[in-house]
């Protein structure tokens, strides 16, 4: 499967550049230019592993995924259980590190897919790492504006103080 990739290093502990990562609308859309539209579903108000969510893209697909690991400070996981027609899978992997510099972040975003149908693989496979490459690479440029946000940062420590 492919596998797209990006790292950033942000100014913030690993705990609250986790916490960045897993904020919820509205201020979600204050960073991450991926999102248009995500909620929770089947009554969850947080997130944690086993928990679905609903998403709807700057490109109008839309897409239910479930977190299959979800452990704070240091990595969260989620697998499409339902999205576009053109993805016979898609995972999506978030990694938050102790960067060398004191107070720092290494956070590393990683999408993996297979696209459909089969005969059409290698072609949708490298348009696939071409067009998610860029979103992963808006999207993390995105989030560590959002690491610098005094408004993302103070909803995330609200989100720590609640654990």
Same mark, same amino acid.
Do not use: D, N
């Given at each position: 499967?492919?596998?797209?990739?990006a790292s950033i290093t942000v100014p913030v502990t690993p705990d609250l550049a986790f916490a960045v990562s897993q904020t919820t609308a509205p201020?979600?859309?204050r960073w991450d230019p991926f999102v248009r539209r995500q909620h929770f579903v089947d009554g969850a108000t947080v997130p944690g592993k086993g928990v679905r969510t609903y998403t709807r893209s700057r490109h109008g697909l839309r897409m239910? !995924?479930?977190?299959v !690991?979800?452990?704070p400070?240091?990595?969260v996981g989620m697998t499409m259980v339902r999205g576009p027609w053109f993805f016979e899978r898609f995972a999506g992997g978030w990694r938050f590190a102790p960067a060398a510099e004191s107070g720092h972040t290494v956070a590393t975003w990683r999408y993996s897919f297979r696209c459909r149908p089969a005969a059409l693989r290698p072609l949708a496979h490298r348009i696939g790492v071409w067009v998610?490459?860029?979103d992963i690479r808006r999207r993390i440029a995105g989030y560590a504006a959002g690491c610098t946000d005094p408004v993302v940062l103070?909803?995330?420590r609200e989100q720590l103080t609640d654990r």
């Open positions: 499967m492919p596998v797209v990739e201020i979600r859309y239910v !995924s479930e977190y !690991s979800f452990v400070p240091t990595h998610l490459g860029r103070a909803a995330a």
